[in-house]
């Protein structure tokens, strides 16, 4: 297992009304993160806003490629992005409990906080298929390259792990500074981490570590 230290190469916010930050999805230009009551997109170059959705929004939130995915409370909301109409509603699998919340492989990947573990769920029912387990508190979930990333934040720690999806193993580690908590946690498919601030009204993107090419 491999352990960095983060490179933390932009900050965005704090934001006005924003109180805390819970999950962080990018459509390829935007940012959209979960902001309490509304799932707000800022500009991931110079972090400006772009628009806004209301609705609860306290935790993970999603991106499929054509809609938006967010945990509210015990539901997880299908979304149009350029409307905000909810298109479909499925139950969350850890009855509010749940954190993070990715797409990939066709499926939404949602972390449970406390149950320190990943649900692999259909898309249209909330039907699980598959668990990941972890040994650490779960928040944000994302996949990047065929990796399983997902943060943890208990007290003033909190790192992002890439892990074996078959058995939970840690296979890297980036360790965030003392005292930043990683809430939300997305990846841009190429070099960054969009990471949410659970503490905060701010975003920061994390630099993703080369990978040895031998």
């Not at 149950?115 to 298929?129: F, N, Y």
Request: net charge negative.
């Amino acid at each position: 297992m491999s352990t960095t230290e983060a490179e933390i190469i932009h900050e965005y916010g704090p934001y006005s009304g924003v109180e805390q930050v819970g999950g962080v999805t990018f459509d390829g230009k935007a940012v959209w993160f979960a902001a309490g009551d509304a799932i707000r997109a800022i500009d991931p170059e110079d972090g400006r806003m772009l628009g806004a959705i209301e609705m609860a929004a306290h935790a993970g939130t999603a991106y499929d490629g054509r809609h938006l995915f967010q945990i509210s409370e015990d539901r997880i909301h299908k979304i149009d992005p350029a409307s905000g109409a909810v298109l479909a509603t499925i139950p969350a699998p850890g009855n509010g409990g749940d954190s993070g919340l990715t797409w990939a492989e066709g499926s939404l990947w949602v972390g449970e906080y406390r149950g320190k573990q990943i649900h692999q769920i259909d898309p249209e029912t909330g039907a699980v298929i598959r668990i990941v387990r972890s040994n650490r508190m779960v928040t944000g979930v994302t996949w990047v390259d065929g990796e399983l990333w997902h943060g943890t934040w208990e007290g003033d720690e909190s790192d992002l792990r890439h892990i074996d999806p078959a058995t939970g193993a840690v296979l890297d580690r980036i360790v965030m500074p003392r005292g930043i908590g990683v809430s939300g946690l997305e990846s841009d498919g190429a070099d960054r981490f969009f990471c949410g601030d659970g503490q905060g009204g701010m975003v920061r993107a994390v630099r993703r570590p080369r990978r040895d090419p031998r």
